[in-house]
């Protein structure tokens, strides 16, 4: 193996060359950038442009809202490219690019800040700003919008992006694959290159492949498991012990543009004493991690700990003497519960094969019986949004009934016999992922699903037979180790394959798998909603956040419950105008260690009916409730003398008349408390 690097590093990468990027034109909301390009390298110059984004908080360089722009030349020699959608008196990392048929190379990195006096924002179209703090919203809401990329669009489901190659070379495997909102990936493994591009292990790559030139955090070994956190920093797992040439065993946090978060905010210490297969964060912030391993920090920890946000182990979560065997993964179901998947047949000295469920304190709970459990390995767990659970691996038993290599659970631990793949996987399967339709992808070194020969990437129906609708045609020549879900219904696979449907593609490739929508809505200025549907995936831990500053910063609105066909958040009391964002869950990945992000954005102006001028109709209705008061005064009295003179035919028309002047002011009354 050792060899085969040397190899790979000894191949020329021709590729163009750039200086140092140039701004001119800055103002509020607009600059100039530019770069100039010194050599087309070993190939014609297909494309050249600028990359830019917001600073990240703590200095570092771009943000997961990296904009790419194309120049429109070719040549070599300075060009610039006019920028005009920035924000005010904020600081943009910026860079120039160019690329031929060797791959896209980077400039160096430069950072401009954009005068102070903002320009006014207008109002998004479609919305019509209000004259004062109203009654209504309007329709604001992000109708979405998500189809498969334009070489998949109309396509079948299981047709290969031909335009999606990453390029691992010589069948190093890609482990993680983790979503952020826009559209890229953080992806771990043993990989050593990426189209002809040196990263050791971790990568960040764009939405259409390519290696994010300005992620360059590398690890010394394998990682395993990536976990993006909602405010964009990431957690990695595996078996490497520095990040960076800095001491970081087995597991670490990197801030959002990729650089190693210090120790001083997030303290991995001595780390875990063995390999970590798995994260799984949860809702609070802890983070949970799973592997081959005895402790953590110098703590005990059999095969799993919990970490509090600060990267120190949580002495409250105690599994006592843990797993006896691998822990390889990890999921949270919604009421805080921790599933666990591996090749134990002991936990805490409770005999149990190699599924369990624990308590928040990480005690065995017993309310989960899933009988004599699996039979060999489970590489995988996850939670449906009905509550029942997901397990694939090696096995070929559950709780002593045939299931071959993929098993659905309730929640209580039991067989659910409603799913029932019959023969199933005729090998492992790796990794698993579950459209919001209830279809299930699957991944791994199966080359028959039942009677049908399907090599290595698959999808199920909820029942657990094949969804035949879904045809990958030759699938992968090799093993898939990782399936994710994209927004847009698309599926990402990783794996060690060099070829699918008898394509080259090295470790990574793009599936269509039919269309998905998505929804963020303002509902009525105190309710806001995330509508999803199709062939998009599942997600949980949702949390809506809001920026009045225009999309610069946001604050946390509150966590969303769900609803059907999406999630919800009320209580709201919105301003006039804003942007609201939306983040959950995704999960997948090798051993379904690996969470991303998905989300969206919605600007909205508040849409009102002005405020209706009453005071003349407030004036006549008291006026009127005046001159009835006054008038069932007199009638009082009449209606007092006329009784002590026994006059009871008066009396009694006098009565009849207060009554008719009372409902008179109740109903005036009425009026103005509508006003």
Sequence with gaps: MVERWKQLEAVPVALPDLTSPTVTGVGANEAALGGTLVSAGGAPVTERGIVYSLTSEDGGQLTRNVIRVAEGGTGTGAYTVDISDLVSGKDYSYAAYA??????VFSKSAHVTTDPSPAPPAAPEGFSEGAAPG???GPASAPSSFSAPAVLAGLPAGSLDPDYNPGVTNGNAVFSISLQPNGGAIIGGEFRFLGGVSRDYLARLRQDGSVDAFFTTETNDPVNSVAIQPDGKIVIGGRFDKVNDASRTGFARLNEDGSLESEATFSVGTGADGFVY???????????????????QGFARPGIARLKANGQVDTTFDPGDGADEAVYSLA????????VGGHFTDFDGTTINRVVRLETNGAVDGTFDPGTGADDRVTGVSVQPNGDILVCGYFTTMGSTSRSRIARLLSNGTLDTSFDPGTGADNHIYSTATQLDGKILIGGLFQNYGATAINRIARLDETGALDLSFDPGAGANSEVDAVVIEENGSILIGGTF????????????RFATGDATESLTVVDGTRVQWMRGGATSVVSDVKFELSEDGGASFA???????????????????????VL??????????????????????AFVRQVTPPVDNSAAIAALNAQIGAASSKLAKLKKQFKKAKKKKQKSKAKKI???IKKVNAQIAGATAQLGGL
Excluded: C, H, Y
Aim: charged letters at 15%; a negative charge.
């Design 332 to 339: 949270v179901q919604p009421d805080g519960k921790i599933l």
């Design 556 to 578: 946390p609105l509150g966590a969303g419950a769900a609803v059907p066909g999406g999630w919800e958040l009320g209580g709201q009391s919105l301003p006039v105008s804003g």
């Design 655 to 657: 009565k009849k008349l």
């Design 581 to 602: 964002k939306v983040l959950g869950r995704t999960n997948g990945g090798f051993l379904s260690g690996s969470s991303g992000v998905a989300g969206e954005e919605l």
């Design 278 to 296: 798995s994260v799984a964060l949860q809702a609070d912030g802890k983070i949970l991690i799973g592997g081959l391993f005895t402790s953590v």
């Design 498 to 509: 060099s070829e699918v449907d008898g394509t080259s593609q090295g470790g990574m490739a």
């Design 99 to 104: 690329e031929n048929a060797q791959g896209r």
């Design 135 to 137: 009654d209504n919203f």
